[in-house]
């Protein structure tokens, strides 16, 4: 069975400033890839995913994430952040033919000016 | 193309009482899969459908048990509430083949009391 560890549980950072949250997963096959944002009150939105090919993933608002099938890892970026990221980050991996998430604990990004 | 709706966004529930999710998936998704959000456990897999038949179940009591219909809209029940059974519930629609993925309604806010 698959699980995931999300290794920061709170990230403060400064406006205009760049993040990044960690994430590893253990699984014994082939897995997907995602990572979700919720802002307060809201369900998840999608960030990104990997599928396969190129690991270098882009998503939406400038965020992107890297596939590193030797250390299983799957961590997100941004070069630059808003105050407007602030909300909770999660990673989540499917394995094939499992029809379901498995998701990390989470991460609440906080932006300040 | 709209997006996962659920019904209702909050309920207010007594111990001891039964309630009844609803979840309309994105249209022509028959996957439909739920989750249970709260502050201690996180974000845990409930169940998933495909096409009526359930595929898949998470670590749950018996008390929560779910159904979908033949338009792929499907709901969830959890009878003989508890406190516990507090959580954002989060439907989530999957889409098949190269744009594999999940996409997440808004979720239902139960409180039991």
């Known amino acids: 069975a698959q699980s995931v560890t999300q290794l920061d549980s709170q990230v403060p950072v400064f406006e205009e400033a760049p993040v990044e949250l960690r994430c590893n997963y253990s699984s014994s096959v082939s897995v997907y890839l995602f990572w979700y944002v919720q802002y307060p009150n809201q369900g998840l939105q999608l960030l990104l995913k990997y599928l396969s090919g190129s690991t270098l993933v882009k998503g939406i608002n400038g965020f992107e994430a890297e596939f590193n099938k030797s250390q299983t890892s799957f961590h997100l970026r941004k070069p630059s952040v808003h105050i407007s990221d602030t909300a909770e980050y999660f990673c989540a991996v499917s394995e094939s033919d499992d029809y379901k998430l498995s998701f990390g604990a989470g991460t609440t990004v906080t932006v300040r000016a | 193309k709209a997006g996962v709706t659920q019904t209702p966004r909050y309920l207010i529930k007594t111990r001891g009482q039964q309630v009844t999710l609803s979840c309309s998936p994105i249209?022509?998704?028959?996957?439909v899969s739920w989750y249970q959000q709260t502050p201690g456990q996180g974000l845990q897999f409930l169940f998933e459908?495909?096409?009526?038949?359930?595929?898949n179940k998470g670590n749950f009591p018996g008390r929560f048990s779910g159904r979908q219909f033949s338009n792929s809209r499907s709901e969830m029940n959890v009878s003989t509430l508890e406190l516990g059974d507090s959580a954002l519930y989060l439907c989530?629609?999957?889409?098949?083949?190269?744009?594999?993925?999940?996409?997440f309604g808004s979720g239902t806010r139960l409180t039991v009391v």
């Open positions: 249209s022509g998704h028959r996957s």
């Open positions: 989530a629609s999957r889409s098949q083949g190269s744009n594999y993925g999940y996409t």
């Open positions: 459908y495909f096409s009526e038949t359930q595929r």
